[in-house]
């Protein structure tokens, strides 16, 4: 079976691009301020930072009509602007977001017919899992099971007003229009395209996550339902 990737939508093989896999499997590093102390052996860790970006890289292949495809399929890349939903058919049940900013150098054979090349995404460092979007809907207080080692930052649409508690965190939600959308991850509440940021209040200093094993979500007086976007990923 010839491998193939999806970007932003559009799938390689409209373009009659296939793929190899040597570079989907790359993981991120972890940033860490390191201090030095004179006559100390070894350095000390500061403040843990962030996981960084990851580049991924596809070999790729064109088989027939390299001219048309190549060209198609190069337009295509540099048409999607910003981070896009990136997927390969190695790791089938996860998707990365990520950004194609250019360059491609084709190595063209068969008389112009085929020919092959190399795709390189700037990836954000989390492999997402499907699992990961499907809704979990509570109607009265729970439990959510992370099931992997990271923390997520999930999306919740609440319905009504009142405080939601997620594991030792909560969010006070102090007015009640249907529903609230609270994106744990941008750090945004809305309702469409109305910012619903001065009708929530957080019980710490960020938004709640979902931290690895057993979440307990609590809906207080008020509160009549959450529908969980989970959001889980792998690195």
Known sequence: MRQYLTFNG???????????????????????????IPGRDGDLTGFEKRLANVEVTYPAFIYTNFRQNIRDFRSFLLSSIGYCRLEDTYNADEFRLALYRGGLEAEVLSNNKAGN???????????????????TTLTASGAITNPTP?????LLRVYGAGTLGIGSQSIIITEADVYTDI????????????????????????????????N????????????????????
């Open 150 to 154: 990271f923390p997520s930052a999930p």
């Open 117 to 135: 090349f190399e795709i390189t995404f700037e990836c954000k460092p989390q492999r997402y899992l499907k699992t990961g979007e499907i809704v």
């Open 216 to 235: 307990g979500i609590t809906l207080g007086t008020g509160i009549t339902r959450v529908d969980i976007t989970p959001r889980w990923f792998m690195v």
């Open 183 to 214: 994106d744990c991850e941008i750090m945004e509440a809305f309702k469409g395209t109305e910012s619903k940021n001065y009708c929530i209040s957080n019980s710490g200093t960020d938004f709640p996550k979902l931290t690895p094993g057993l």
């Open 10 to 36: 559009g799938d390689s093989r409209d373009y009659g691009v296939y793929i190899s896999g040597q570079g989907a499997f790359n993981a991120p590093a972890r940033e860490y301020e390191l201090i030095s």
